[in-house]
């Protein structure tokens, strides 16, 4: 059995001070490099803390490597709670954590990056929502071991878990146009991302755009756009209710709305009432993500359904094969599921998209 000794002296460092690092003691003065080699060099030798011996199973089965995990979320704790898809996310990776009994650490959105010391301490760390070149940078730095949740940060050496929601945004837009909505609009948002406006560069709208152009039907009065914020505010139902109220406005209205998401969606509800007209009979309405409360709208909402839990779930089952010797990348697709309720036509039949 490798011992601590063995480990100081392959690293240049007292006994003490990996004792310290093992065992994640918050007051240790040490730079991150020595803490990571420290870290590492037990890794490679396959030591096992006595906390982490004690915890093997009655029946003699070791737990499962990932005794403590780091999220690290995009959005501050308010803005994830106004968003039950997230929400649902951050559960999905909380349940699995509660299953194989992981110690979990939660780290939110704010003005600084988190404490390195924290990240280097976690067996893994779960990076959910969109985070810009220069962050994913620092994370690949400071942590063992990561995983991107609902975000695909384009790195042929990170593992990421997401939904394709511009492949959805087609599949959307092609059942619409086949139950005979001409008149197509979307209410979305510009993508926001390291401190900088991408106009038109959200999945959901660039997808849009180009299936409008592909069938020769754009039309730039009916892509309606809201400022881009941090935190992901721009998609709230405040937001929702402000544009669809624009959409109104038209001169020729539209047939129906796509939404970015459901929030979005309740807001244009309540323009859409405001205005004295009704869903669908005046103008249909159709969305992302399924939060709960969308069955319960009236009329219920049609949604197309992206698992936010299993996103969550898979993330903390992508870290475990890490961290039981898979040595490549993998980019996991979750499918998405149109839910069709009362605020459009149905199609003749429905499927999993």
């Not at 929702?240 to 406005?249: C, E, I, Q, R, T």
């Not at 005046?282 to 993500?289: E, K, L, P, R």
């Not at 399924?290 to 197309?304: E, G, N, R």
């Amino acid at each position: 059995m490798v011992t601590i000794k063995e480990i100081a002296k392959a690293v240049g460092v007292s006994s003490a001070t990996v004792s310290r690092v093992l065992n994640y003691d918050p007051g240790l003065s040490i730079s991150s490099t020595k803490r990571q080699a420290i870290i590492e060099t037990a890794e490679a030798l396959n030591y096992a803390t006595p906390r982490n011996r004690n915890k093997a199973g009655a029946n003699g089965t070791p737990q499962t490597p990932l005794s403590r995990l780091a999220i690290v979320h995009f959005l501050e704790p308010s803005d994830e709670l106004a968003d039950p898809y997230y929400v649902g996310v951050r559960l999905g990776i909380e349940n699995r954590c509660r299953d194989l009994k992981t110690e979990i650490v939660k780290v939110f959105h704010s003005d600084t990056l988190p404490d390195p010391a924290l990240l280097q301490s976690a067996s893994g760390v779960i990076v959910i929502g969109k985070h810009s070149a220069n962050e994913i940078e620092w994370f690949e730095r400071h942590c063992r071991h990561m995983v991107f949740a609902d975000f695909d940060p384009q790195s042929d050496a990170i593992d990421c878990v997401h939904s394709d929601v511009g492949g959805a945004t087609q599949k959307i837009l092609n059942q619409l146009n086949a139950m005979g909505y001409k008149r197509i609009a979307f209410v979305g948002s510009h993508e926001h991302l390291n401190g900088e406006t991408q106009p038109y560069g959200e999945r959901r709208c660039k997808a849009y755009i180009d299936w409008q152009k592909e069938h020769g039907t754009f039309d730039p009065e009916l892509l309606v756009l809201g400022d881009s914020c941090d935190s992901g505010q721009n998609l709230r139902l405040e937001t929702g209710y402000m544009l669809a109220k624009s959409v109104l406005d038209l001169k020729t209205r539209p047939d129906i709305i796509l939404t970015a998401n459901d929030n979005m969606a309740i807001g244009t509800y309540r323009a859409i009432r405001e205005a004295g007209l009704s869903v669908p009979d005046d103008i249909a309405v159709v969305s992302f993500n399924d939060i709960p409360v969308a069955q319960f709208l009236t009329p219920p909402l049609s949604t197309m359904k992206i698992h936010g839990e299993h996103i969550g779930e898979t993330a903390v089952d992508l870290l475990l094969e890490r961290l039981s010797g898979r040595d490549y990348t993998k980019n996991t697709i979750i499918a998405t599921e149109m839910i069709w309720r009362e605020s459009c036509r149905k199609p003749a039949e429905t499927r999993s998209l």
